[in-house]
């Protein structure tokens, strides 16, 4: 199946930082890509649609200019945590939707972001 | 997209049968319905996914009801692990580019020796 590569794994920062997370189509071309945060023992929370070429959109309460989103072309998009703060410690997982056949959503291993 | 409602949590013994049931009596016409899982501390994986028929493949089956008000998710021989959040999803399948995709608590199952 479709493989979804999200890089780092795991990032520990000092606060006030920014982290940058990778998320790549290894075997597709995803026009859409999601980005999800979740904290323990919680579901999974949408962040954002990333589509290649334009501005993302954000879910409702999530601030655009601390998650910048960057889908610059068909197989990567980025979040970057800007100034980061113990509060935005979580997992975050990113999903790249396959357009072809019934659009499975594929998603990476996930970043497991912690703020010291 | 259409709620869902699932279990919060289930227990299976191993090598029995796990059905996981899924509610979602406001599915429209053009939805399906999809289900992913998540073991600890990975991200979400494919499972199956149908429409009106029933669908089985090399993880497991999906049973969709006639009226497809709700399904149930069938592992024909759970083993420890298939321990993992459980996660019933209903979307439209359409090429757009804001389908998104929201997930709701999921059923934790655990699967036990």
């Known amino acids: 199946g479709a493989v979804v590569s999200q890089h780092p794994s795991r990032v520990i920062c000092k606060s006030g930082t920014s982290v940058k997370i990778e998320c790549r189509s290894l075997?597709?071309?995803?026009?859409?890509m999601f980005w999800y945060r979740q904290f323990p023992k919680q579901s999974l929370m949408l962040m954002a649609t990333s589509n290649e070429g334009s501005k993302a959109t954000y879910e409702q309460g999530v601030e655009k200019d601390k998650f910048l989103i960057n889908h610059a072309s068909l197989t990567l998009s980025t979040l970057t945590v800007t100034s980061a703060h113990p509060e935005d410690s979580s997992f975050y997982i990113c999903?790249?939707?396959?357009?072809?056949?019934?659009?499975?959503?594929?998603f990476g291993s996930g970043t497991q972001l912690s703020v010291l | 997209d259409a709620k869902t409602t699932q279990p919060t949590s289930m227990d299976c013994a191993e090598g029995r049968a796990a059905n996981l049931p899924c509610n979602h009596s406001t599915i429209s016409g053009n939805e399906y319905v999809y289900w992913y899982r998540q073991i600890h501390s990975q991200g979400p994986q494919y499972i199956i996914h149908?429409?009106?028929n029933n669908e089985t493949n090399e993880m497991a089956s999906l049973i969709i009801t006639e009226d497809r008000k709700s399904s149930t998710l069938i592992l024909p021989h759970a083993t420890l692990r298939d321990t993992a959040v459980y996660y019933c999803?209903?979307?439209?399948?359409?090429?757009?580019?804001?389908?998104?995709?929201?997930f709701g608590p999921g059923t934790s199952l655990s699967v036990i020796p």
């Open positions: 999803i209903v979307r439209v399948s359409i090429k757009t580019s804001y389908d998104k995709v929201i």
């Open positions: 999903s790249a939707r396959d357009v072809i056949g019934h659009e499975k959503l594929f």
């Open positions: 149908g429409l009106k």
């Open positions: 075997d597709f071309q995803a026009t859409t």
